[in-house]
């Protein structure tokens, strides 16, 4: 059993910063990827950013230079520090996780970009 549990979501200021956290917990301590997923009303979910267990980072377009992944194994969670806020940050972000061909999500946490 795994479980991922967000935390961190809220109401943000344009231009201002938030900090999205995901604690894993479970039977697998160290999985292949990590990483967060957004999605709006009416649009597909979309990849904010992974990193993989070697600490290989991807980001979306819009969020690159903004936004930063970090992972701590000893805690096996995953961090999204978001700076540099914009109104079109506003989704769920969902933590995700991915260990030998399973796919793992949180249960999603709102974000709000808004002054």
């Known amino acids: 059993q795994v479980q991922l549990v967000e935390s961190g979501g809220g109401l943000g200021q344009p231009g201002g910063s938030l900090r999205l956290s995901c604690a894993a917990s479970g039977t697998i301590m160290r999985f292949d990827v990590m990483g967060w997923y957004r999605q709006t009303p009416g649009k597909q979910r979309e990849l904010a950013a992974t990193?993989?267990?070697?600490?290989?980072?991807n980001y979306a377009d819009s969020v690159k230079g903004r936004f930063t992944i970090s992972r701590d194994y000893a805690k096996n969670t995953v961090y999204l520090q978001m700076n540099s806020l914009e109104p079109e940050d506003t989704a769920v972000y969902s933590c995700?996780?991915?260990?030998?061909?399973?796919?793992?999500w949180g249960q999603g946490t709102q974000v709000t970009v808004s002054s």
């Open positions: 995700y996780a991915y260990y030998v061909g399973n796919r793992f």
């Open positions: 990193m993989s267990r070697g600490g290989i980072t």
